[in-house]
């Protein structure tokens, strides 16, 4: 798999895995049409979060979202983007402190891609630590439903 093919998987999984977020909702997102806009409500279902956990990153300085002259905020392509990133990076583990840092170094601009590449790339290692726990625990429990004489196959 070239260069290419890996960051479109990558791009695939990002955006579209197990359970995630629908592509189909993020379709019309995907280029910079601001014509396309989400209300909160429309964001956080189709991001899979809850509407105080959008104003909560927008508090917390992880996204700034535009309001409409009724001063309801938008949603649009770049602020979808980012909260699917922040919704991956929380679920994975990631601290709100590291999410504002990394957020900072976006916001600084280019010069701090290898400050951002260290921070994720540290944040990596802590998950494949994590999986690595998990699948020790997952083995340990395989082996007492076998012990009871239960499936281990789902």
Do not use: C
């Amino acid at each position: 798999m070239n260069v290419n093919e890996q960051l479109a998987e990558a791009l695939r999984l990002a955006v579209d895995p197990p359970g995630g977020v629908s592509v189909e909702a993020l379709q019309d997102l995907v280029l910079d049409d601001e014509s396309r806009q989400w209300d909160i409500a429309t964001a956080a279902r189709h991001v899979g979060v809850s509407p105080h956990t959008l104003r909560y990153y927008e508090r917390a300085g992880l996204i700034t979202v535009p309001r409409n002259p009724a001063g309801h905020r938008v949603y649009g392509a770049p602020a979808v983007r980012r909260l699917v990133f922040l919704t991956r990076m929380r679920t994975s583990g990631m601290p709100i402190s590291d999410l504002r840092q990394y957020v900072e170094l976006v916001n600084r601009g280019d010069v701090t891609v290898p400050d951002r590449l260290d921070l994720l790339m540290e944040h990596r290692d802590t998950l494949r630590a994590q999986l690595a726990q998990i699948q020790l625990a997952l083995a340990a429990t395989e082996y007492k439903i076998a012990t009871y004489g239960g499936s281990t196959q789902p």
